[in-house]
């Protein structure tokens, strides 16, 4: 039955527990990755991030459905379960880890059940404040975990690493078993045990096929999807290039996680209340689309350590785009219309978690930015003799997914500068609030500027 009553605390510590562990494995995944697949290394990197990310835009809505039916205590330990099933692997059998790391995609929705529990307890008016604590936690975790296991992996050996963080992904699963209680209404669940889930419910795509029934929210909508299919190809492999071909150690990169981490924290609480304030909602996001510009050109340009330090500043004022643009479809869509156009740009960032991946990792093999041979000890200058050797090889363009980014971005700039500041979104959703009223919990969540899945947001508020 749990401990206490369900808290957003509860939904808290499992979120923590489970980044915290994979942020152990940064660095020893890095090198994993590179052993097992020492040719076409950033190709395959992104065909595993892409297959994971396409499964989990797939699955999100059919488990979004299925926990509003039998309950969200299952559905988080299913899908921590099978996020962290994949991390013992890494020393048993490194194809097995990357293989089975593709398929974990088809559960790797934790934040969306995660979202779905803290909607169940909280009130309309608690939830902004509620989400941002789930995702402060989630950054925290990262900003401190990889540099715990890079300075572990040096000491004392890699094996280690994936023990403890092992261990850390079995205390998240008992955890859940023993302490999270159900957050579902007891009163609510068995009469919706027999309620029928519809196609309409799992299809993924159902949030994307209103895209082209509003002029301002198809301009919106291709804002997103040009500027964050970039931002999610970086983060699939913008860690391995620090690695590998910036030269970076294990420790310089878990140092780089950090504080792009905490300066994103501070940009997306203090500036963008400042920004949203000074200069309006519309100006917030052109500002940070030039950000994203400006980082993206230097990555892709850049040569020197230095270079992606500066650029990673950058990068977390640029953080603030995703925010701004939610803060503008929640003003300005009618009261009805909030979960409709929510879930139409959580959809097209779930699609660019799929397509992102695999299309740095493809543009990286055209460009023949790739390691044929194992890393080096570090030269005197820092950087590893063959990262210097791959430097000097694309020394015009070392970065070239990264430039591409930055034309994406542009593309994007240009189309939000058509997005009116004050406008109100029509968006045609009888038949979607109808579904919704007769199939959908009534507690769903809806979360302006949070990473939610399809399908979960509260259309009836």
């Known amino acids: 039955q749990g401990i206490g009553s369900p808290s957003v605390y509860h939904a808290v510590i499992v979120i923590f527990l489970e980044f915290f562990a994979w942020g152990l494995l940064t660095a020893p995944t890095l090198v994993v990755l590179h052993e097992t697949f020492p040719k076409h290394t950033f190709l395959m990197n992104g065909l ?4 994971k990310g396409l499964l989990s835009f797939l699955s999100a809505p059919l488990i979004g459905a299925l926990s509003d039916v039998w309950g969200r205590k299952s559905f988080l330990l299913l899908t921590v379960f099978f996020t962290c099933a994949p991390i013992p692997l890494m020393k048993i059998s490194p194809w097995w880890y990357f293989a089975v790391i593709s398929v974990s995609g088809v559960f790797a929705v934790t934040f969306s059940v995660v979202f779905a529990y803290v909607a169940d307890i909280t009130q309309e008016h608690e939830r902004s404040m509620a989400y941002g604590l789930v995702s402060a936690t989630f950054a925290a975790s990262l900003v401190i975990s990889p540099a715990i296991g890079a300075y572990l992996g040096r000491a004392y050996g890699d094996s280690l690493v994936v023990v403890l963080a092992t261990a850390i992904a079995l205390l998240d699963i008992c955890f859940i078993l023993v302490a999270v209680p159900e957050s579902l209404p007891e009163k609510m669940r068995p009469a919706s045990w027999g309620a029928p889930i519809s196609w309409e419910q799992a299809d993924p795509f159902a949030s994307l096929k209103k895209v082209g029934q509003d002029s301002i929210v198809l301009l919106i909508c291709i804002t997103v999807f040009l500027s964050y299919l970039p931002e999610a190809g970086q983060y699939s492999s913008f860690f391995l290039y620090l690695r590998q071909i910036m030269g970076f150690s294990s420790e310089s990169v ?20 400042l920004l949203m304030r000074s200069i ?5 996001i052109l500002l940070g689309l030039g950000f994203q510009i400006l980082q993206l050109a230097w990555y892709g340009f850049g ?5 992606m330090w500066a650029a990673g500043a950058v990068a977390a004022m640029s953080s603030i785009t995703f925010p701004a643009v939610s803060a503008l479809v929640s003003r300005t869509a009618d009261a009805d219309q ?13 699609l660019c978690n799929g397509l992102g991946p695999a299309l740095y990792g493809f543009i990286f093999y055209i460009f023949h930015v790739e390691l044929n041979e194992l890393p080096m ?34 593309l994007a700039l240009l189309v939000a500068l058509f997005i009116p500041e004050h406008t109100n ?24 500027g949070e990473a939610k899945e399809p399908l979960l947001q509260d259309t009836n508020v």
């Open 280 to 284: 309006g909602n519309k100006n917030t």
């Open 338 to 350: 909030q979960g409709v156009v929510q879930g139409m740009i959580t959809g097209i960032r779930g």
């Open 377 to 410: 000890p570090e030269s005197p200058s820092g950087g590893s003799v063959v990262a210097q050797y791959h430097l000097q090889q694309n020394s015009i363009i070392p970065g070239p997914p990264f430039l591409f980014g930055a034309c994406s971005v542009l």
């Open 48 to 51: 595993i991030q892409g297959v």
């Open 425 to 448: 979104l029509n968006v045609r959703s009888s038949n979607w609030k109808k579904h919704c009223g007769s199939h959908g919990h009534p507690h769903s969540p809806q979360a302006p």
């Open 303 to 307: 040569s020197e350590p230095w270079m």
């Open 254 to 273: 878990a140092a780089f996680i950090a504080v792009l981490g905490i300066l994103s924290i501070i940009a997306q609480t203090i500036v963008l209340s």
